[in-house]
């Protein structure tokens, strides 16, 4: 379980992009103008200074949002942070990014009166299981 913030994706930005689409001159003829500009944009986001880029001063290297977007997989909101819990994060790992306020909410139930639910049906948003 950790804590994971704007400031340490940007810090890893750089780092994470590389992974994705390094090595750039590797990228085949008909591709190289793709693995060209994958260059450019791993050198813009290495000049940044990752301890006061913003957010938007990444999103506008890259383009989107996909790359900074932090999104809580309880309440679906874009956050600024999240607790990252269960397993490390890969391919099909069991891993859940919570907001502070749910994992706030989670932390305030109380076991006495968490009744049992059946779970939700997939892509419907699961109920907290307490009585009112
Ligand atoms: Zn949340």
Known sequence: MHLITQRDI???IA????????PFQDYSPR???EGEIKLGVFM??????????TKEDV??????????RIKCDQCK??????LQVGE???????????????VEQVSAISWENVKV????????????????
Do not use: F, H, M
């Not at 780092?15 to 390094?22: M, V």
């Not at 909101?77 to 999240?82: I, M, Q, S």
């Not at 639910?117 to 009112?132: F, H, I, W």
């Open 10 to 12: 940007i810090r890893q």
């Open 15 to 22: 780092s994470k992009w590389s992974a994705q689409y390094a």
């Open 31 to 33: 591709w190289r103008r």
């Open 44 to 53: 813009e986001l290495t000049e940044l200074d990752k301890e006061t880029a």
């Open 59 to 68: 999103d506008k290297i890259i383009g989107n949002e996909s790359w900074t």
């Open 77 to 82: 909101k874009e956050v600024t942070a999240v």
């Open 88 to 102: 490390p994060l890969s391919y099909e790992s069991a891993t859940a990014n919570l907001c502070q306020k749910c």
């Open 117 to 132: 639910v059946a779970p939700p049906p997939a892509g419907a948003s699961a109920e907290t299981g307490v009585k009112p």
